[in-house]
Nanobody, 123 residues
Framework: QVQLVESGGGLVQAGGSLRLSCTASGRTFSGYNLGWLRQAPGKEREIVAGMSWSGFGTYYEDSVRGRFTISRDNAKNTMYLQMNSLKPEDTALYYC????????????????WGQGTQVTVSS
């Protein structure tokens, strides 16, 4: 069992930056694929970025590629999402998630979830 806790969300103006963190407890997540997903009001949850357990594989959703960077520090059991050039359409509840099998795909590809951290981008 892996417990995940996100932090780092907040209110930022368009063009600004935030860095989200996700810390795992219970079990080390070094063997898990990891992902950041988000859900905006009235929309379905979608994957934003993912990273394989080795760190060599990464995935970015088209709208965030070049602006967001996913990284992980297995020694600290922590994953990050650096978000730059934020846009109002990035406003959502952001979740970190872990998967035994995939680092991208629909939400049901992920086995463990955090509670989410809110990101609000004002125009």
């Amino acid at each position: 069992q892996v417990q995940l806790v996100e932090s780092g969300g907040g209110l930022v103006q368009a063009g600004g930056s935030l860095r989200l963190s996700c810390t795992a407890s219970g079990r080390t997540f070094s063997g898990y694929n990891l992902g950041w997903l988000r859900q905006a009001p009235g929309k379905e949850r979608e994957i934003v970025a993912g990273m394989s357990w080795s760190g060599f594989g990464t995935y970015y959703e088209d709208s965030v590629r070049g602006r967001f960077t996913i990284s992980r520090d297995n020694a600290k059991n922590t994953m990050y999402l650096q978000m730059n050039s934020l846009k109002p359409e990035d406003t959502a509840l952001y979740y970190c998630a872990a998967s035994r099998s995939k680092y991208y795909g629909p939400p049901d590809a992920f086995d463990y979830w955090g509670q989410g951290t809110q990101v609000t981008v004002s125009s």
